[in-house]
């Protein structure tokens, strides 16, 4: 098992157009955080894991709780290529702050 810290990102888009599409992307978003994902902007949340296989993990269970419709996309990447994301309009939120080995807490 690697212990290279990552980030899941998850990107989406759904549709909004009725009262239960509106309530599917809600609960999709209460999912989202629930489950540990920080909002980086309205439709992109990303999550911090101690591992690939922790990343993994949290990539099937948004897998299994995407809506029917509407597109969503996710893609990990390493906390290293995370700090290397530009910022063009705006600053850095203090989710997307790097987080020290050392301080990265498991329970």
């Given at each position: 098992?690697?212990?290279?810290?990552?980030?899941?990102?998850?990107?989406?888009?759904?549709?909004?157009?009725?009262?239960?599409?509106?309530?599917?992307?809600?609960?999709?978003?209460?999912?989202?955080?629930?489950?540990?994902?920080?909002?980086?902007?309205?439709?992109?949340?990303?999550?911090?894991?101690?591992?690939?296989?922790?990343?993994?993990?949290?990539?099937?269970?948004?897998?299994r709780h995407a809506p029917?419709s509407g597109s969503v996309r996710?893609?990990?990447?390493?906390?290293?290529?995370?700090?290397?994301?530009?910022?063009?309009?705006?600053?850095?939120?203090?989710?997307?702050?790097?987080?020290?080995?050392?301080?990265?807490?498991?329970?």
């Amino acid at each position: 098992m690697s212990y290279k810290i990552m980030r899941v990102a998850v990107f989406f888009d759904l549709p909004t157009n009725t009262k239960a599409e509106r309530k599917a992307a809600a609960q999709f978003r209460k999912f989202l955080l629930d489950d540990g994902f920080d909002m980086l902007q309205y439709s992109v949340y990303t999550r911090l894991c101690p591992n690939r296989d922790v990343a993994e993990k949290h990539m099937m269970r948004v897998k299994r709780h995407a809506p029917d419709s509407g597109s969503v996309r996710l893609l990990y990447l390493t906390e290293h290529q995370f700090t290397h994301m530009h910022v063009i309009v705006g600053e850095k939120t203090v989710q997307e702050k790097t987080v020290p080995v050392g301080q990265l807490a498991f329970f």
